[in-house]
């Protein structure tokens, strides 16, 4: 390769910095691309998005094109650094120094672009990867909640239906104390009744007995009139004859 004289120096020092700036357009597109891709409000724009170059969609595929662009570059710009330095001509020379130190500038910022776009990725990344973590922790921390809630919810149950029960054998136990109450006092007031009757037979046979022996001394005292008036008629009769 000749690089004396300028001419044919600077015409493959061209060559190699239209190479470039070709890649540079093309690695542009591609960070744009992936910046659009990045906040896309679902991840299925980064399966329907074409890759710079005709690769496959995606956007990992597409940061990956344009590293490999980025790289590309920066080879060539190592290169031109070296050719523009072997260029005789002061003018020249200080011509594709610029040039080259702007083409490496803007490949360094898309550079540094596509490095924080991976680094924003790979946050997404661990932030996801937690996110699942946690979400799964949750759920299962979530089932042992609920399944103590529902052993909590069974027992309380339970215990409602066994003080239930036993507010209904109270309540039967005391309806059945009231009915043993109402049967005593019935029995209580059959049992006075029973003995007022008892009692007023009892009476009742006193009385009679009182008047059967007033009857049996009225009739020894008619007995007793009747003789002694026979008595009587018989000692008139004989002290009159």
């Known amino acids: 390769m000749e690089y ?5 120096g600077g015409a493959t020092l061209s060559e190699m910095y239209q190479s470039a700036r070709r890649l540079l357009l093309s690695a542009r597109d591609g960070v744009a691309r992936v910046e659009r891709l990045a906040s896309a409000p679902t991840s299925s724009s980064y399966s329907s998005a074409p890759l710079v170059g005709g690769g496959a969609p995606g956007d990992p595929a597409v940061a990956e094109e344009v590293r490999r662009e980025v790289a590309q570059i920066q080879g060539l710009c190592a290169q031109m650094d070296r050719l ?8 020249q020379r200080d011509l594709w120094k610029r040039k080259v130190e702007q083409l490496s500038e803007e490949v360094d910022s898309l550079k540094e672009t596509i490095d924080r776009h991976t680094l924003r ?7 996801a990867r937690e996110r ?8 299962g921390e979530s089932s042992h ?4 809630f ?10 409602r239906s066994s003080s239930r029960m036993l507010e209904e ?3 039967t136990g005391v309806a059945i104390l009231h009915k043993y109450a109402d049967q005593r006092d019935r029995l209580k007031s ?35 009139g009747m003789v002694i008036t026979i008595v009587v008629m018989i000692a008139f009769w004989r002290l009159t004859h």
């Open 121 to 127: 990725q790979q946050k997404r990344i661990l932030e």
């Open 132 to 139: 699942a973590e946690l979400f799964e922790r949750a759920n």
């Open 84 to 91: 523009w330095r072997s260029i005789p001509g002061k003018g």
């Open 150 to 159: 529902d052993d909590e919810a069974q027992a309380m149950q339970s215990a």
């Open 169 to 171: 054998a109270y309540e």
């Open 190 to 224: 059959a049992q006075r009744k029973a003995l007022d009757v008892l009692n007023t037979i009892g009476l009742s046979n006193s009385v009679l007995k009182l008047i059967e022996r007033r009857h049996r001394v009225d009739k020894w005292i008619a007995y007793a």
């Open 145 to 148: 909640v609920l399944r103590i």
């Open 4 to 8: 004396s004289g300028g001419g044919g």
